[in-house]
């Protein structure tokens, strides 16, 4: 008998300390995480989505390992302007103007487009969404607590003076002094990082979205929704807290002032902050304002599978910038093609393994997974055990279990899921299976002229036909 392998400590990049810490619950077999969710003005891009598959992951591997889950990710329906630096108009009351829809029907229609992609990346579901409208009264309560001592008001609302907690911007590591980078547009701030924790209707406005406070009617602002959505679900302090890049800079800072303030200590609410780096694309098609923007239903319409983009982000390390192109999306369709046939022709194969072998790979996976979550590493493990000869049900088991962490549907994936029609496409599966039976039948008769000819008609169509082709695909169809 051989000794049970040591349990492996979960090692994560802390952005705090920007370095590698062991993870250590605040509650023991717990593990408690915030991941900043959309402002849900807009569909989100595929860049906004790598920060969920990011958090996924994260999720996946605290509960491979043990640990009670509970996930929590918001959705910011109001607050959040079109500068997080805390200049510009409300997100949400811009588009409802520019739609001449009310901000309730807007923030609920991107909700479901997002919820809809969450879906089909294999994102898990988690213990809350929690919808910043629903806590305002609870915003209300937070900023009165901490008003009298960090913040002032001024025409435009309450704002949070950033120099009365101690290391302002550590996790960014800005000068506190000059707020780099902000634009100070607003007059009679203190100091050019300082942000609005409330923001006052103009006097003769009236907002779709505005309730009553001490500081007069106005919303909340968007750093003070993580705040205390985040206390209110999973307490104080909580494990770990995540977001993209771009929130280590403002959001997360003023979220870790505003902790600091109400709790009256150092703490900065989270233990441990995580941030994913950019999914990059070069000709801006990332951007919400061009015609065309890259969502996931794009590339879906394109005919590309959506666990094809989620396996095309494990390939890379969450810490790394991923630049996106179609070659390398056609790229991740394939290996999710070819792990998928491998799965198929190991379920055919019914037989016992001697157990060790197959059990060995999720220890090694696991390892890799604990160190700062190399997904790209568990992805090349679970493609040689799907690649091995021999006895197949352990290894099975195996890759199953390793697609906990990955999440890839292994278990229930087939091909026929991954082959999608792209919707400019003027030919059914139908009707190419069809002229397919009857090209096989013309071949079978040696009747090659018809046989050429029916190929030379799907391939006006759109359809290459894929003979021998070695992943067992008779035929493709390209999207234009
Ligand atoms: P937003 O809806 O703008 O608040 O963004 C939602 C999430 O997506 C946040 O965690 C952002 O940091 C993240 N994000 C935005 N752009 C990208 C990108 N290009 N790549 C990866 N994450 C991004
Ligand atoms: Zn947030």
């Not at 400590?9 to 250590?24: G, K």
């Not at 000068?175 to 924790?197: L, N």
């Not at 039976?437 to 036909?465: C, N, P, Q, Y």
Request: net charge negative; hydrophobic share 40%.
């Amino acid at each position: 008998m051989t000794d049970a392998p040591a349990p492996q400590p979960l090692m994560l990049f802390n952005s705090l300390t920007r370095s590698l810490e062991e993870f250590t619950p605040v509650h023991p077999g717990e593990a408690r995480v915030y991941s900043c969710g959309p402002t849900v003005y807009n569909y989100p891009h595929i860049g906004n989505m790598r920060a969920y598959v990011f958090a996924d992951t994260l999720g996946r591997t605290l509960s491979f390992k043990g640990y009670k889950l509970t996930h929590v990710i918001n959705i910011t329906d109001v607050g959040h302007l079109t500068d997080d630096a805390d200049a510009g108009e409300d997100k949400m009351e811009k588009m409802a103007a520019e739609k001449a829809q009310s901000i309730w029907d807007i923030a609920r229609h991107y909700t479901e487009a997002y919820w809809a992609d969450i879906k089909a990346l294999n994102i898990r579901q988690p213990a809350h969404w929690s919808i910043a409208t629903d806590y305002v009264p609870q915003m209300i309560e937070f900023a009165k607590a901490i008003a009298d001592k960090h913040c002032y008001e001024l025409d435009g609302g309450l704002y949070f003076d950033t120099t009365t907690v101690a290391h302002y911007g550590a996790l960014a590591r800005a000068k506190t002094e000059d707020g780099e980078g902000r634009i100070d547009e607003v007059e009679g701030k203190r100091h050019a990082a300082d942000f609005a924790i409330w923001r006052k209707t103009p006097a003769g406005e009236t907002r779709q979205m505005e309730w009553d406070s001490p500081w007069g009617k106005g919303a909340p602002g968007w750093h003070l929704e993580c705040s205390v959505m985040s206390e209110a679900l999973l307490g104080f302090p909580f494990d770990i807290h995540t977001g993209g890049i771009d929130h280590r800079e403002i959001h997360h800072p003023n979220e870790i002032a505003q902790n600091q303030a109400h709790s009256c200590s150092d703490a900065s609410g989270a233990r441990i902050w995580m941030h994913n780096n950019f999914l990059i694309e070069r000709s801006g098609k990332m951007s919400k304002s061009a015609g065309e923007f890259l969502r996931l239903q794009l590339l879906i319409d394109k005919g590309y599978h959506p666990l094809a983009y989620r396996l095309m982000c494990l390939q890379a390390h969450y810490r790394s910038e991923l630049e996106f192109s179609w070659e390398g999306l056609g790229a991740a369709l394939t290996r999710l093609k070819r792990l998928v046939l491998g799965v198929e022709a190991l379920r055919k194969r019914e037989s016992a393994e001697p157990a060790g072998q197959a059990d060995m790979s999720i220890y090694q996976a696991e390892e890799r997974i604990s160190n700062d979550l190399n997904t790209s590493e568990v992805l090349v493990i679970v493609e040689s055990i799907a690649a091995l000869k021999g006895y197949a049900a352990d290894r099975l088991a195996a890759i199953y279990r390793m697609d906990d962490l990955l999440g890839l549907n292994l278990a229930t994936l087939t091909r026929t899921d991954l082959r999608i029609r792209p919707k400019s496409a003027a030919i059914t599966e139908a009707e190419i299976e069809a002229a397919l039976t009857r090209r096989k039948e013309a071949r079978a008769a040696k009747d090659f002229a018809t046989s050429d000819r029916l190929r030379d008609e799907l391939a006006a169509a759109g359809v290459e036909v894929m003979d021998g082709d070695p992943l067992g695909w008779d035929w493709r169809l390209d999207a234009n």
